[in-house]
């Protein structure tokens, strides 16, 4: 999750591979024909991870441990991303659904060709990343980055969000000093003054500053800008699984919507489902922030919307207009890329 936010200049450069791979997947593996099915008659289902298991994942872990997928005809295989990354995995028909965000997947839609893949469901309602600093040292606010030091992965969609809620906020972009993003813990790097301020999710970063007792300032972008209240992290799906198998799909997304259900009202009991289920086994060691973040993120995973997964075409629409009004995308994505249809009614 540290890293949830990808270089957009990286995804575009690995894109037209992709697309010829995909071509090329989808020609022998994804024809018309019957899903692949194991020895119980189950359907085969391939899940492609945004990256290592976190709690941005638990509803899919709870999905298969109580059962979910099974008693909808499901056998569901969780898997890491590929080295081009689980859209691409998605598109070319390796995986039927993966884990993106509304931000990142703008990429693949601002394309001549653009990638086929959706999104079918929300996984956190309200965009939950912001910036995260020392407290006390005025950097509680956008315009407060002046003079400091950012690390930055240098994606254009990053640095121009960051400069337009400073210039909102009276701030100067161009008094922020910009270096390379290579933190792997936030709140130790802050605390040892590699760095002044980097962008994270709060519900595993800004929480693991707290178990760490890092006194850090934090602002979510969501509350200085409407508009960039986006969706963060969402659920993809193949385009032509979708139109040739819209009932697994409709199967799938219950039994999922029911794994973020019970996530969001038994945190503690689904973060143990988490962590049993991690076959990376890198949660193992970090319990107490699983536990914590999954407390934390349960909350969100509904929050106001009246159920689970429920993508608010407004919102979707707000920040792909806005990211075309700002020379962002080379087309306006306004109502590209997201459906509801999926979910249970």
């Known amino acids: 999750m540290r890293k949830y936010i990808k270089n957009i200049k990286r995804f575009i450069a690995v894109t037209m ?15 018309g024909e019957e899903l692949s099915k194991n020895e119980d008659g189950l359907v085969e289902i391939t899940f492609c991870l945004d990256w290592t298991p976190n709690t941005n994942h638990t509803g899919l872990y709870v999905a298969d441990a109580l059962g979910y997928y099974k008693e909808a005809g499901i056998d569901i295989t969780i898997v890491q991303p590929p080295e081009d990354g689980a859209v691409q995995s998605c598109a070319s028909g390796q995986a039927q659904f993966a884990i993106n965000a509304q931000d990142t997947i703008a990429a693949a839609y601002d394309m ?13 309602q309200h965009n939950t990343s912001g910036i995260i600093s020392r407290a006390g040292e005025g950097m509680d606010t956008p315009k407060g980055l002046e003079g400091k030091k950012y690390s930055t992965w240098d994606s254009p969609i990053e640095l121009a969000m960051i400069e337009y809620v400073m210039k909102n906020d009276g701030g100067d ?12 813990d936030e709140p130790a790097a802050l605390a040892a003054k590699q760095t002044d301020a980097v962008w994270v999710f709060y519900g595993w970063s800004g929480i693991n500053a707290e178990i760490k007792d890092v006194e850090c300032d934090y602002w979510y ?74 407390e934390y993120i349960s909350k969100q995973y509904i929050d106001d919307a009246k159920s689970f997964g429920v993508i608010d075409e407004e919102r979707w629409n707000s920040f792909y207009t806005w990211l075309y009004e700002n020379k962002l995308t080379t087309r306006d994505l306004t109502g590209v890329g997201f459906t509801n249809q999926y979910l249970p009614e």
């Open 112 to 124: 001549e060709v653009p990638l086929e893949v959706t999104a079918v469901a929300a996984i956190l």
């Open 17 to 31: 591979i992709v697309i010829m791979s995909a071509c090329m997947l989808t020609a022998c593996g994804n024809d």
């Open 173 to 184: 972009f161009s008094k922020v000093t910009l270096i390379p993003n290579v933190i792997t």
């Open 221 to 294: 972008f969501k509350d200085i800008s409407s508009e960039l209240d986006y969706y963060t992290p969402i659920i993809l799906a193949n385009n032509e699984f979708l139109e040739k198998n819209p009932d697994v799909a409709k199967k799938f997304m219950e039994a999922t919507v029911k794994g973020y259900e019970y996530a969001a009202k038994n945190p503690e009991e689904a973060a143990k489902m988490l962590i049993e289920g991690d076959e990376t086994g890198s949660l193992k060691a970090n319990e107490e922030l699983v536990y914590k973040s999954q």
